[in-house]
């Protein structure tokens, strides 16, 4: 019976192994894809399978011939324990010859005590447990298994303690210029510079063709241009550049150099002018201050008191420039005195001539 069946199973892994090596896969001169190499390892795994159950099934074949075997063996003692016991034999004397018997035997003469006493003699009550045997020794390290899947990421951790501060490193190279800016706001315009040289006279143009006569007139202008006397003071910049003065306590301009003077007016040293004659003056001045205030103003004075106020007000912080100009006609009498002051003391005033002036003309 195991002979049939090793047969029929060694019959079918030969027609399945002889069945798939002859399909064709793919051709020596070209590359073998991925389905032709899985389809090799798995028919590799399938010999592997079916070689195993075949020595399984053949091993559990021989062992139930055996035990076939020792079954035919008991049943042929019993059917004569049988027949001895119905013709009345002493059951000892059978015991010994099967005894003497079973040593030319093959079958197993253990079994066969233990078969006839058990037939002939009830089972007595079980015994008591044995002691424990000693323990065999440690059988071998078994095949590593397989590396595990990854567990899941665990929950951050607690936030540890702030480390101590690092050595502070050197300084690094320096690093690429940066863009040009947008161009910044125009700042104000600065005072004018000095004067150049003066160039020589150029030479007589020819005279005009002569205008059409004039509508007769009266001889007053005239008059009073005869009788008319002027004094014209310029800041005294000392041609330097930049020309800032800064006014004392008082706010007293008193650095004036003269421009001209046709007669009746002096120039005292704390910047004041007195006339000799009494009459109608025109009094004018024009100052140009340069400090951070936001207010700024001046006086022109007859004999200490103010006579005209200018001021003036700065829109931005950046402008420090500002010009405070008055003028007016007023009666004055032989020896009074015209001055100029600023309305805020300490400020500074650019004392270029161009820019800073002050002046008295006698009308009538």
Known sequence: MSNVLDSEDTTKGKMTSESLL??????????????CVAFIVLFCVYCVFTAYWLFVL????NDYA?????????????????????????IELFSSRVRRGAKGSKSNTADDEKAITCFVCPSGP???????GEE???GKRG???????????GPPGIQGTKGDKGVIGGAGPPGSPGRIGPPGVEGPQGPKGPDGVTGPKGSLGEPGPRGPR????????????ARAKAIHLQGDDKRTYPSLTKLDENGILNTWRVHSNSGGFTLLGNGNITVSEGGQYFIYSNILFYDDGALFGAHTTVNGSPFLTCSGVRAKATIKFGTCYSSGVTTLQAQDMIGVRSVYPERMVDMHRESTYFGVIKLC
């Open 22 to 35: 002859s399909k064709p896969c793919v051709s020596s001169a070209q590359r073998a894809p991925t389905w």
């Open 58 to 61: 053949t091993t559990r074949a």
């Open 66 to 90: 055996r035990q076939i075997s020792t079954l035919e063996e008991r049943l042929g003692t019993q059917e004569e324990i049988v027949n001895i016991l119905r013709k009345g034999d002493d």
């Open 126 to 132: 079980p015994g008591f447990k044995g002691e424990p």
């Open 136 to 138: 065999g020794p440690r």
């Open 143 to 153: 095949r590593r298994g397989t590396t595990g899947k990854i567990g899941k990421k």
């Open 214 to 225: 004039g509508f007769p007139g009266s001889n007053i202008v005239s008059e009073v241009a």
